[in-house]
């Protein structure tokens, strides 16, 4: 285990869920409690160091998103401060040291059972299948695109959200057909609004956001809101744009120091690849924290200020 194995205070509330990286505490019928831990995952395994401040980058930088999309889209975060959080549900106050930095206060939803992947650039699990085939989720694409292609206008790629297993490419049509016309459409239009905004801007900022995953909830009243987290390293590819070359596979801005670790590891024939992970050096540990925190200063323009503490 690692050495910042500091048990954090019992948050009071009851589990929903706990993700690969996340808790999700039910607050009441209209509210929810995401608590997003310093824990990482490469190859689908999690691993047992934590990253130092990852939680509340991935937080924070969602909070920020969302500040900045208010006008585009109806969302789900009602505040990521402590104080406020606290203030709302005086039940949390002696968890205060565990929620800083970290947790958000939501508004709880019925969760389309979608991925609403958006994909700007050519890749991953989409790369692997117009290789193969020429085709994304079963439609045809242009011929001749190379790995890392820029698409535009992006393209909409939902995909389902599985349970267990890995999640399926489907058609829009198949999205159309689960959710009905005017939410299959909702989804996939602010999808592409809040993915294009989000592109440009981190491209003036030295990131490409090749793709990423969006969540779409309903609310009590009806509304559709975008909830869980957003446009983070998580739940996006983030390349350095300074080194972007189509034709070959981008290093991954934030968890390239920890591949690249894994795969010498998995080379030396000391890791099969499947849990457990081997243990982490100190100094992959901190490269990748350093990472998630160079994200979110390139991205917003300020450097995290760290409230958080350490997480088990
Ligand atoms: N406002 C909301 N209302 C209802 N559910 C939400 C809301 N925001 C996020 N969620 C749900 O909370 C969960 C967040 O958990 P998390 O992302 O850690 O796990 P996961 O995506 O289910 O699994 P993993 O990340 O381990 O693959 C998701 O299931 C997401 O759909
Ligand atoms: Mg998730």
Known sequence: MSARATTPPAIPLPLLRRGKVRDVYVVDGERLLLVASDRVSAFDVVMNERVPHKGAVLTQLTAWWLRAFGDLVPHHMLSADADEIIAAVPELAASRSGLAGRAMLCVRTEVFPIECV???????????????????AGEPLPPGLVESDRFDPPRFSPATKAESGHDEN??????????????????ESLSRLVYSRGRDLAASRGIIIADTKFEFGRDAGGTIRLIDEVLTPDSSRFWPADGYAPGRSQPSFDKQPLRDYLDRERRAGRWNGEAPPPPLPA??????????????????????????APNA
């Open 118 to 136: 958006v994909r700007g650039y050519l890749s991953g699990s989409a790369w692997k299948e117009y290789a193969a085939k020429g085709t994304l």
């Open 170 to 187: 489907i058609p829009v049509t198949e999205v159309q057909r689960r959710l009905g016309d005017e939410a299959a459409n909702a989804l």
């Open 283 to 308: 100094d992959v540990v901190e490269a990748t924290s350093l990472r998630y925190l160079d994200a979110f200063r390139r991205i917003t323009g300020s450097p995290l200020v760290p409230t958080d």
